[in-house]
């Protein structure tokens, strides 16, 4: 037996207008393709933070390089930073920031610069040792073998009448890894330890006899 439903002439009158707009519903479907806070013509404002820690002395790999080497950190960063804002200088509004610090522990606003130097070591063992820092004209590849095979680097101060000097150990070297952080500027500077003390007279001049020049300290 089939069953007839009466339906209400006010709910019929109700129904007609919702099934007349639901043919058209697929028409409000028609998405956005790109995102609406997109559509204006504001220009994106880029800010970059440089980090300029003295961790950006060294190279990706942690080893502390002194002076302008191409592979550290910060000149890595200098040249991605430079050859990003030039490709895209006009699609943003660029801002560049880096961290304010005072390395000398005062209060000046803008911090203190620091020139980066590397440094040698050696001792006072009589020659030809491995391990003594004496001046010397014998330096092949960096290596003196008349020095007992020591490493060697230029000598700062050649008028001394030598090219070369040795040493023991480099700022450079794994073990070591770090490099003189200096306010002002020189050619060289020389170190002697106090015994007993991890301290040194430092010496701006050193004789080719071993002895610093007078006034040099």
Partial sequence: MKQRI????????????????????????????????????VTPNVLVVYDNSESMDGTMAGKVIAGNDPTTRGNIARSVITSTIASYRSSFNWGLASFQHDGDGGSTPNG?????????????????SATAMVFTNDCVNGISQSNAGARCIANPQPSNGYSYITYAASGDDPDINDVLYYGGNFTSLWGVGINGTTSYNVYRIRASSGFHAPGAT
């Fill in 6 to 41: 009466a339906v209400p002439l006010f709910c019929a009158a109700a129904l007609a207008p919702v099934l007349a707009e639901g043919a058209g519903l697929p028409g409000y479907l028609n998405l956005a393709q790109y995102p609406l806070f997109l559509s204006g013509n």
């Fill in 112 to 128: 203190t610069l620091y020139n980066t130097f590397a440094y040698y070591f050696g001792d006072s063992s009589t020659p030809p």
